[in-house]
């Protein structure tokens, strides 16, 4: 089965981090988003992993050619029209069983289910408590027969969380083409939702599968949620720290430096940070970073950035030096 990841969002709402690294670079738990989703998918037989890739691709193409073995293609999106169209890039390299991801989240997918290419589409859900947030799925029985964003009314609970597994990519992308050529847009782009709205309407049999977990990584709160999950299942690591307190989970990195200071619960702290006479708690410290005398939480401090006073929270981008008192 040929696997794609849609990578290619600008990350707006992550700025100022985006503005030097991807969105699914952004590192939680000692780790990028993106190697947490494919670690996830790992095990499926993948025969090729297709990336889509746009603004700083060039990195996310270096992380994944110097992280992982397996065959893989790297398509950019120059222009920014919507998942179905850098979907469609592909159109020439797909066949058979594909299955699309969402660059921005964690997933837990029954991989055990796929590696049997199921005859039948699959849309991955969750059943939430506000489905007006969300693009939902609705059912006749067990089969999907509408795909409604945002619903006003309460047509179904089961909000989707951006992976779709399709027996035949080919005649998805028949379907993304007629989108193209009568030019079938919803708020200004060519929408996934929409192409597969064609299938079921030419007959498609697409089911749901309730998935396991998900988590956003789209906002700098849902970021420090997914941190929080990942070092509460598994992720935590306890580096060498001097003169220090630990309160677990955390993941400090090999290579950090903590002197006097007291981090966690729930502290990322990057390699070759920095952290001196600092209390760290809920927050996520990237590479390099400095952190002095500051009190942290609920905080994203970029790579090589520097912070020094008495910050409670904050949001420092990458290679930025604060100073506060």
Known sequence: MKVMILTAGLGTRLRPHTYSRPKPLLDVAGKPVLGHIIDDLQGIQIDELICITGYL???IEAFIRGTYSFPMRFIEQSEARGQAH???????????PLLIVFGDGLLGLDTARLNSHPAEGIIY????ADPSRFGVAVLEGDRITRLVEKPSEPVSNLAIVGAYYLPEARRLMDAITYLIEHNIQTKGEFYLAD?????????EVLHTDVV???????TV????????YLLDNGHSRAGATHESVIIPPVHIAE?????QSIIGPHATIGAGAVVRRSIVQDSIVYANATLEGVQLTQSLVGEQAALRGTARVANVGAR?????G
């Open 57 to 59: 691709g060039d990195q």
């Open 86 to 96: 850098a979907i469609h890039l592909a159109r020439d390299v797909v066949e058979g």
């Open 125 to 128: 859900c969750q059943e939430v």
């Open 195 to 203: 192409a597969l709205q064609v299938l079921i309407d030419r007959g």
């Open 212 to 218: 396991s977990m998900w988590r956003d990584c789209g």
């Open 221 to 228: 709160d849902a970021i420090l949620d997914t941190n929080r």
């Open 255 to 259: 290579g950090a430096l903590i002197e």
């Open 320 to 324: 930025s030096e604060i100073s506060i």
